[in-house]
């Protein structure tokens, strides 16, 4: 299955800020975090324009928006 990325901020370090990649059915935001050798952190996922928990199973045409942690004041 193809999900679109987008990555933030500091994330853009791991690739592109756009991009597809492929995934096998029933990948998890984890799997697709981990294809792009993202270290693990708090981070922000968004899918479809929800926040959803690492474990979320992703479906083809899904996108998939990460964020780094962040704080404000």
């Given at each position: ?23 096998p ?8 975090i ?40």
């Amino acid at each position: 299955m193809q999900v679109k990325i987008k990555l933030f901020v500091s994330l853009r370090q791991f690739g592109p800020d756009e991009q597809i990649i492929e995934l096998p059915d029933n990948a998890t935001i984890d799997d697709a975090i981990n294809s792009l050798n993202i270290p693990k952190t708090a981070l922000l996922r968004i899918v479809n324009g929800e926040h959803r928990p690492a474990i979320h199973q992703l479906k083809d045409g899904d996108e998939l928006a990460l964020f780094p942690p962040i704080a404000g004041g």
